[in-house]
């Protein structure tokens, strides 16, 4: 091994360790953790990196331009670079050299976007036999700027960014072990957050995250809440167990004015008649004249409803594909027409509702404030006693039973609207 190699070597590792070693905000994310990847090339683009087999180390350093093969052969990871294969191993694991080197990978079987990722990637054999599992392990903010870019694009204003920063720090601390039993914390797909690699486009994201660092929502029992969002309400958001059973007092509906002219705001579908009318039948709605199966929504409901029978309208909107749950019903022309508002769920805070109010300079605090009621925000870094650091397995986790949050804690609103009352009775 040349001198050189060697040193490179010694101090990227030690870097490597020192920063596990003092319980750093690592995140191991699960890479298209829904589809069998049977092939792919992982490719070096900036920086160092060592590569280790089976926890032995097989090359010192590779920089930028090498590349090499990653294919699944019986139950392990056949390994091959500059062509020649080099063997089939349990586990790959490319480490960077001091934490700053970024790599792409490309999958061939089956064929997928080339995607950049930051830091450090570890490869085996899929428990179930199905092909790779790849993970990459990487610091907190590059995690989060790959969510918030992901879930949000590039074009709003900072408050936006910061307060989606916010939510997605949130989840991910609320749900950080949630694969611990497929060998990392979160997948990269939306049963997790989406996450699509490196942040590649929109430095403000970066400083949105890092001018947040370490600020969750919290509600009144000192647990992070799930910070759901959706694209948009069409002027309303919905109660949280209309679409998941579960009531939670920070996900009352309430009356968003700021979305009301947005891309998502309004959407029409036609559907025949004969097979809404065959769906409502076979869901206990049955009626002489078509005309009854006329449905008004002036304020957002939980089911369709007919003459005192009720369908969830969650199970409406899945079945017909629908943007959102939010709609009206006219018959007409042997054709039952749909008139809609919002896109999503409608639960929690509404995109392009809350980039409008960024758009006209509230911050992300008063945004916070109009879309989660009876919340807190909490700046972790404040709260270490309730963090507890698992050195032998890497993990950060926010304990919330324990009661030992600073005083310095503030309301995010301490008050229902009274919009908000008036729609919640």
Known sequence: MKIESYRRLCCGLAAYFLTFSLCAQKVSVGLFFDVPVKSATLAVQSGSYAVIVDDTLLIAAIDKGASMQLLSNSGGVRLRISGENTGTFASVKVVGMGDEGTFSILCHNPPLPMRSYAQHAFVRSARDGSGLLIINQLDEHFYLSGVVEAETGCTAKPEFFKTQAILSRTY??????????DGFNLCDGVHCQAYKGLLTRCRRIRAAVGETEGTIVIDREKRPITPSFHANCGGQTCHSENVWREKLPYLRSIRDEHCKYQVGARWQKRIALSEWRDYMSKNGIRVKNPRQLEFEQPLRKK???????????????????????????????????????????????????????????????????????????????????????????????????????????????????????????
């Not at 991910?172 to 039993?181: E, I, T």
């Not at 926010?398 to 310095?408: G, I, S, V």
């Open 303 to 425: 089911y369709y409803e007919v003459n005192g029978k009720k369908v969830e309208l969650t199970k409406v909107r899945h079945r017909f594909g629908l943007r959102s749950t939010f709609f009206d019903v006219r018959i007409a022309g042997g054709e039952a027409l749909l008139t809609g508002k919002g896109y999503g769920h409608g639960v929690g805070l509404c995109q392009e509702g809350a980039m409008q109010m960024a758009e006209k300079g509230m911050t992300c605090e008063n945004i916070l404030r109009h879309y989660y009621k009876n919340t807190r925000l909490i700046s972790f870094s404040q709260a270490l006693s309730t963090t507890v650091m698992q050195q032998d397995s890497m993990l950060f986790l926010f304990n919330p039973w324990r009661n030992e949050l600073p005083d310095t804690t503030t309301f995010v609103d301490d008050v229902v609207s009274q919009d908000s009352a008036e729609l919640q009775n």
């Open 172 to 181: 991910l601390y609320a749900h950080f072990n949630r694969h611990g039993k």
